[in-house]
């Protein structure tokens, strides 16, 4: 498929999923709503792509927001729909998929551009980086998940001062409430994630999925986590890689997991 709005790059079993509308600092309108939907779809299906990339087109910003020009018109059923609609399509996919998706946070991530950073399962930022929820100065709250997430990786109180506030954090102070796991250089950002990225691919990725879902199911309150952890536990044993990794384990050599 052709992408307007985002670029798609292949490195081994990465792949990069770039944010492109830097003129607009990679604001999330619909249609680049609508393009991460297929590209995350379609990595998430590919069976040569381990796990994913994220970040935004040149030096300034991974996301500087949403673009609130298309937000003018709507009333309060067209705010519920574009919530519900980027929620399903964009932002839990992300955070259910079954690949490690990782956040490489490369300039300002606001609103729903820190919204779309909190769904990925790490997060790397560069040490310029400036993140922050300002949707109440725009007479908004906000509504891609950022009320429920960022309270779950920094804690009711802080997450109160961040949105309430509508303060922008430097990516050290990120670090320091847990919003992002690592901080590093500019020019360190990519090589970081992929770091990252590679050592996961060594794993076994039934395994990864596995854990995936067993660590997402410790924040939902309409399931138990820990029979999540049981079944998802015992799902492993009935695979391929399971085996391999014991029989490698045993034979003292490093297991080569196929996924199956």
């Given amino acids: 498929m052709a992408y307007q709005n985002l670029l798609i790059e292949r490195k081994g079993r990465i792949q990069y999923i770039i944010i492109n509308r830097e003129a607009k600092l990679n604001a999330l309108n619909k249609a680049t709503l609508t393009e991460l939907h297929e590209a995350l779809s ?9 796990g994913i990339i994220i970040t935004g087109a040149g030096p300034k910003a991974f996301v500087a927001g ?7 018109h709507l009333d309060d059923n067209g705010g519920r729909e574009l ?6 399509k964009v932002f839990d996919l992300i955070e259910n998929g079954s690949k490690p998706v990782i956040a490489a946070i490369n ?22 980086a400036k993140m922050g929820l300002p949707e109440v100065t725009l007479g908004l709250i906000p509504g891609y998940g950022g009320t429920q997430r960022l309270t779950k990786l920094v804690g009711k109180g802080k997450a109160l001062e961040m949105i309430l506030t509508a303060d922008m954090i430097t990516a050290e102070e990120a670090h320091q409430y847990g919003l992002v796991n690592h901080v590093v250089n500019a020019e360190a950002l990519l090589p970081k994630a992929e770091e990252i990225l ?17 660590i997402n199911a410790s924040a939902k ?3 138990n986590g820990f029979e999540i952890e049981i079944s998802e536990f015992s799902k492993c044993f009935g695979t391929e890689d399971f085996k391999e990794g014991v029989a490698a384990f045993l034979q003292k050599r490093k297991p080569v997991f196929t996924g199956k």
Wanted: proline fraction near 2%; charged fraction near 15%.
């Fill in 42 to 50: 379609d990595a998430f299906e590919n069976i040569q792509v381990g």
């Fill in 66 to 72: 949403a673009d609130i020009a298309e937000f003018e």
């Fill in 83 to 88: 919530s519900r609609e980027a929620h399903t």
């Fill in 107 to 128: 300039g300002f991530a606001l609103g729903g551009g820190l919204e779309l950073a909190m769904a990925c399962h790490i997060r790397i930022a560069a040490q310029t």
């Fill in 198 to 214: 590679q050592k996961i691919l060594l794993r076994a990725p039934l395994a990864v999925a596995s854990a995936i879902i067993a």
């Fill in 221 to 223: 309150n309409s399931v």
